[in-house]
């Protein structure tokens, strides 16, 4: 047993503090975004003493997706640290949208103690985080005792990553960081994570079957998921879908894992490929609500498709349809073993297929074209975005960030990738918020110029993060896509009343004097050329620069691209006299 009260004799100790440090920094974890407070705030000072990089943000949620999409562009546990209670919760939203995402997260949040919590006695920030994060992540584990910090820290991180990586909670009551014991004795209780994700080799048999399946296909399709994103098996995908002669869809963030202009390339057909299609290959993807389900109209019913699935996890498999040919295994290993077994003398899908896929991607690329010189002012979507497009093409390496509803859903198209995991976006939940924090991760892990497309309702949620991108000075260009308002600025108040609408902000709001304030660059464009060479300026310095775009408040659709999903309201009569009368009565009660 560890004496966690030594007598002044004890000459050597360590604490909970550096436990936790050097059980991080031992597994190779040297980044922390978060918001300091009680009981962390003396942890981050030490983190930064003890050389890690603590990123303080102005809102826990920021700081979450930050770390959500380090995870998802290291393949390491991105680790968000928060204070308790009101701060744990602000950072929850970020863990459960990691978690939703398959990204490994780990939120390290301090707590009340025990006794007081347990009893309910009141504590301050009082509240049982530990039960609250259960349901809402992959894992929750709490410490208190500071001998099992290395062996939690050792669970939070295998349990994060491997697998289908997701979010792990991690709860610290400010207790333990101070509890000391023997400095060797510390020393020997941390652990080094061995294979933390190791590799998950498909069966020969589900290999064989898969094949078959391709094999006997008219018109196939291969859909590249965030998954195979993820994976960081860039080689090994792009071999398998040249090899394979399929032509390929990448779902929204695995844009670029192959360049969008790639010949094989459907991402301009998309419609057509999807009602086409007799057998989809799925690589990293989920048939959720973006691809319909796998049913219905979008897939071409009443002709049914048959699915090849490559997962990693295997309760994905018939999660809304059938699955032909399930691939259990990590996409590196599963596509490997599928190249091989293609053999040497690959046929490759008919032609007929292959040319009409490109027939239809030349002509909608054609027809996009001219759209994107649009040199109205103020700008619509295509003309802004040409602009953002030609910079994205002239600079493929740079991490672009999209946020919005039509500035997501136009971006998405209209933007090219060119390289894998340039593209960070709102994800499966299509989340509001993401921006700044995915801005300012974007950056720190890889050191990149960063451009981030925001629709100016998207920006607001993590707007005062922009003082965070001119504190640690990152190369971050924000570019608002101002509309005067949510899917449209020129809503009116249905009642007549004098406030405005509930989907419009100010007129004409100068965004990029927010930028100023904090010492940033300022822009306002009014033009895609403007837009432009802003962009590329900003790009070029590497300072924090903010373009207030200005765009024409007409110009967008009802959230996006995704109206459908809104309820609509049915045949409602709002004079009915017995209806009235009984809510008079009510009232009067
Ligand atoms: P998209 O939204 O792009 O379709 P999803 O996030 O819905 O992508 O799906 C990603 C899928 O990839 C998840 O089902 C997840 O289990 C899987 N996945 C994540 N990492 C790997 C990996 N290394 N190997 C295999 N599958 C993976
Ligand atoms: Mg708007």
Redesign the pocket.
Known sequence: MVDHNPTAESAELTDGFHLLIDALKLNDINTIYGVPGIPITDLGRMMQEEGMRVLSFRHEQNAGNAAAIAGFLTKKPGVCLTVSAPGFLNGLTALAHATT??WPMILISGSSEREIVDLMQGDYEEMDQLAIAKPLCKAAYRVLHAEDIGIAVARAIRAAVSG??GGVYLDIPGALLGQVMDVVEGAKSLVKVIDPAPA?IPSPASVDRALEVIKGAQKPLI?L????A??QADEVVKDFVEKSGIPYLP????KGLLPDTHPQSAGAARSLVLKESDVVIMV???L?W??SHGKGRQWGEPHSTKFVQ????PR?MDSNVEIAAPVV????S?LAALSQAMGDDWAGPPSEWTDMVREKRETNVAKMAPTLQNNASPMNYAGALGAIKRVIDQKPDTMFVNEGANTLDFARSMVDMHRPRKRLDV??WGVMGIGMGTAIAAAVETGLPVLAVEGDSAFGFSGMEIETICRYKLPVCVVVFNNNGIYRGTDQNRSGGEDPAPTVFVEDARYDQMMAAFGGEGVYADNPDALQRAVMDALESGKPTLINAVIDPKAGKESGNIGSLNPTSGAVSRNNAEALEIIKQKAAQ
């Not at 295994?329 to 590196?332: A, F, K, P, R, T």
């Open positions: 995402n398959c289908r990586p998950q859909i998921g965030k998954g195979a993820y994976a779902m929204s963030m695995a990293g993807a989920r959720n973006l691809l490559i997962d990693i996890e994905e295994g990590d996409i590196e599963s994800g499966t």
